[in-house]
């Protein structure tokens, strides 16, 4: 449970300049008091001095040396402090503040000795803009894509279909496909199963894979998202540095200094959307089965969205790929009307009064 080296990187450098900063802000109050009052600036300076040689007569084991200037750095104290309650500043008015006390501003408790709160704080968030920060998730609702903004009200309660003698709607169908996503969200690990979100276009496959997605990255995973035509488009310039690619803006993914097949590979969990909706060549769909079958020898769990069936997939990227899908994927349905239509329907009955 560690977040990439790279975000652990941009963590520390923020930690060392907010400590900076609060350490200048520190010396400037101070610079700006001694001004004001001089003998707090030598009642300060002779302070450095007694430490000094304090330290000097430890050293030499000088009991009775260190026991005076002990007393005559409790006597500068005294002084320093009624200064301070003079100016009616507080007694720890030269001590620097710190933006988190737990760790002074570097990221470690100096009580446990562990990565502090603040930091675990700050790489959350650091890995959330990250994440949000691509082609696919820049829009103001896909920020919004959460467990909790995911509604159940717009799949039919009508029989839909009998599994088992059971008779079963849109809604029972996608009640348990959002339980079985949170659950799966909740209780990820490593070890955790391969997931297939399938169903028609619009039925909230994206919606709850970047929910998962987001938990997932709370909970200090690294998690990769991508659309496979983004991801196609990586592989190929990748392997073909020097070729001209088609970049449309759409298919290009805007961080792609950032992502690579590597991350592919290695990241905790890596999320595919829209598979089956990339420029289908041979040597895309070896792109596609090479990266996921490498996860699934490497032992890492990865979800893949996609619009089309079992057997369309099948006919797209071959037997072995449908292989891996049966064999190391658990298959989620998702069914009903196109959710987006609905709320365009919706919103054209109930238009918005100004």
């Known amino acids: 449970m560690t977040y990439s080296l790279e975000i652990n990187k941009l963590i520390s450098q923020k930690l060392l300049l907010t400590r900076q900063k609060n350490e200048r802000l520190t010396e400037l109050?101070?610079?700006?008091?001694f001004k004001q009052?001089?003998?707090?600036?030598?009642?300060s300076q002779n302070l450095q001095k007694l430490l000094?040689?304090?330290?000097?007569n430890i050293l030499i084991n000088n009991k009775k040396e260190v026991e005076i200037l002990k007393q005559e750095h409790i006597n500068l104290n005294k002084e320093l402090t009624e200064i301070l309650i003079k100016n009616n500043l507080p007694t720890d008015f030269?001590?620097?503040?710190?933006?988190?006390e737990i760790c002074a501003d570097t990221g470690i408790s100096k009580t446990t000795g562990k990565i502090c709160l603040c930091a675990k704080k700050m790489q959350r968030e650091e890995a959330l803009k990250i994440f949000l920060n691509s082609s696919m998730l820049n829009s103001a609702s896909a920020k919004k894509n959460t467990f909790e903004e995911f509604s159940l009200c717009f799949y039919s309660h009508t029989v839909t279909c009998m599994i088992?003698?059971?008779?079963?709607?849109?809604?029972?169908?996608m009640k348990e496909t959002y339980n079985k996503c949170v659950d799966y969200a909740k209780n990820?690990?490593?070890?955790?199963?391969?997931?297939?979100?399938?169903?028609?276009?619009?039925?909230?496959?994206?919606?709850?894979?970047?929910?998962?997605?987001?938990?997932v990255i709370q909970r200090g995973y690294e998690v990769v998202y991508i659309s496979s035509p983004n991801m196609i488009s990586i592989?190929?310039?990748?392997e073909f540095p020097n070729k001209k690619i088609n970049k449309n803006p759409e298919n290009v993914y805007k961080n792609n200094n950032y992502f690579n097949q590597e991350k592919f590979i290695n990241c905790d969990l890596l999320v595919i959307d829209d598979l089956g909706t990339e420029f289908k060549t041979s040597f895309s769909?070896?792109?596609?089965?090479?990266?996921?079958?490498?996860?699934i020898l490497k032992g890492v769990p990865s979800i893949i969205n996609t619009n089309v069936s079992l057997k369309k997939i099948e006919e797209l990227y071959g037997d072995r790929l449908i292989s891996r899908f049966i064999g190391h994927y658990r298959k989620l349905n998702f069914v009903g009307s196109d959710i987006r239509q609905q709320k365009v329907k919706l919103n054209n009955n109930n238009p918005i009064v100004y």
């Open 29 to 33: 109050k101070k610079e700006i008091f």
């Open 37 to 43: 009052n001089p003998r707090a600036k030598i009642i």
């Open 52 to 56: 000094f040689k304090t330290a000097q």
């Open 94 to 100: 030269f001590n620097i503040k710190y933006s988190c």
């Open 164 to 173: 088992r003698n059971q008779e079963l709607t849109e809604f029972n169908i």
């Open 188 to 215: 990820f690990d490593l070890h955790s199963e391969n997931l297939l979100l399938i169903g028609k276009t619009g039925l909230g496959k994206t919606h709850l894979s970047i929910s998962i997605a987001k938990a």
């Open 235 to 238: 592989l190929n310039q990748e």
């Open 285 to 295: 769909a070896c792109l596609i089965y090479n990266l996921i079958n490498s996860r």
